[in-house]
């Protein structure tokens, strides 16, 4: 049942706003709201008419593909099906640092400038023209009201990315009550910050939560380690993103807050690449988003392998996100899903392509595989682990007990079996982990270069 508010906001006010910032978000929401019962065939028949009209505007507008169509002997027309992507060069971070100026497109359009740190500490900047923002905004509010939600109800943010958090002046506070979504800053997380999140839950009653999974899991643990129940809260839906989504969090979220977990899949510089649908698929927002799955050589895999994921961005004439090398690990599915959606689906993905570590032999060990021997012990709360060598694994730990010298030893010796015998393993048990300085947790980070 959608309150009065609700649609005050969402019919009204939010439309009010968006068109107030030149964007024209509604109107491409009305399209992807249509474009989303399409079948398979027909969006992806959508999808190739997008990319030739992209393709076609940014050869003539952009002088950095100006110049790249030129160097290769390519025209416009040479690029008209997914396939044919592979004809042109991946773009990476250090390539966009390189050529910012050049990449924008002429006219130049009003942009706004990012500046992100992203998990790998390199700072990327890069543009936004008003099509992409309308895009990423709508895509989000189509895959929010998936879950019988809106703009306009009640919403926690629980966020640290210093884009949100250096905008919290007047105009957004204002904006923020207006459309009831608070934010509460995910940059430390002690037990006074905890106590204090827990009160403003109680208080805020929203019905949504929207957030890292590390933040909002840790959260949930700290609610049940004080018997406090936050089932009868009336959350609706918790909206996790940014991070990978380990199904022990999951578990926990979803046992806590009594409602489900909508898992989603982007970034700032990526876009909004996929979401998931009540029926649990990931879905991609494949009428402007493609992805490529690409292996170790950069040649593309076919749906079912995991490899690197790639994406290009329909809405970026103004500054072209071609074969976008993400960093992220995931894989492509052609099951159909049961909501009806003819959107594609991602099968999973899978962390970013750091999130390996180096077994003694010099194999990769995807990282799960180590959390996996921490995640369910009830004595331990919190943990990172770190490659320092091929032979030097470090273990941080935060315990709810002190660890018996037993379980020590298991820990261990779990680690060792799956590292290599030679590998030495210490635990440390500390009493806080530091998260990044944008507020995200990571659980694994190699200090090996590979
Ligand atoms: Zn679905």
Redesign the pocket.
């Known amino acids: 049942m959608t309150s009065l508010y609700t649609q005050l906001v969402s019919k009204v006010l939010f439309r009010l706003h968006e068109r107030l910032k030149g964007h024209t978000t509604y109107s491409m929401l009305h399209r992807l709201e249509q474009s989303q019962w399409l079948t398979p065939e027909q969006i992806a028949a959508l999808q190739q008419q997008r990319l030739e009209a992209f393709i076609a505007d940014i050869s003539q507008h952009s002088r950095y593909y100006q110049q790249l169509f030129a160097a290769q002997g390519l025209s416009a027309s040479d690029i008209r099906t997914v396939a044919d992507l592979s004809k042109l060069p991946f773009l990476t971070k250090q390539l966009i640092t390189d050529n910012q100026h050049t990449l924008c497109s002429e006219p130049q359009t009003q942009l706004q400038r990012y500046n992100t740190g992203g998990s790998s500490g390199v700072p990327l900047i890069f543009y936004m023209g008003e099509a992409r923002v309308s895009h990423d905004v709508a895509a989000k509010l189509r895959a929010t009201r998936w879950w019988g939600v809106d703009i306009g109800d009640p919403e926690v943010v629980l966020w640290g990315s210093p884009i949100e958090l250096g905008k919290q002046d007047r105009i957004k506070k204002i904006r923020d009550e207006l459309f009831r979504s608070y934010l509460l800053p995910a940059f430390e997380f002690t037990p006074a910050h905890i106590e204090a999140y827990l009160q403003q839950l109680q208080q805020l009653k929203p019905r949504m939560l929207f957030g890292y999974p590390s933040v909002i899991h840790q959260l949930a643990l700290a609610a049940e380690a004080r018997q406090l129940s936050l089932s009868k809260l009336g959350i609706k839906v918790v909206f996790v993103t940014s991070e990978m989504l380990f199904e022990h969090q999951r578990t926990v979220i979803e046992r806590v807050f009594a409602c489900p977990v909508a898992n989603g899949y982007g970034a700032r510089d990526a876009g909004f690449i996929a979401h998931q ?1 009540p ?1 649990g ?1 990931l ?1 991609i927002s494949a009428e402007d988003i493609i992805v490529e799955i690409i292996g170790d050589n950069g040649q593309v895999l076919p749906v079912g392998e995991t490899g690197e994921i790639v994406i290009t961005h329909l809405q970026t004439q103004a500054f072209p996100f071609v074969r976008y090398r993400t960093g992220d690990m995931g894989q492509l599915s052609n099951t159909p ?3 009806g ?1 003819g959107l594609p689906v991602l099968a999973h993905v899978s962390g970013r392509t750091t999130d390996f570590m180096l077994t003694t032999a010099g194999d990769k060990l995807h990282a799960l595989s180590l959390i996996y021997v921490l995640r369910d012990l009830k004595e331990i709360r919190q943990f990172k682990i770190i490659q320092q060598s091929l032979q030097e694994v470090e273990v941080q730990l935060v315990c709810n007990e002190a660890l018996s010298d037993t379980l020590a030893a298991q820990i261990i010796s779990q680690f060792q079996q799956r590292l290599g015998a030679e590998c030495q393993i210490t635990l440390k048990q500390l009493d806080v982990i530091a998260s990044l300085p944008n507020g995200k947790h990571r659980y694994v980070e190699s200090k090996l270069d590979y």
Request: include cysteine; charge should be positive.
């Open positions: 649908c029926a698929s879905h899903c049961s909501c959606r």
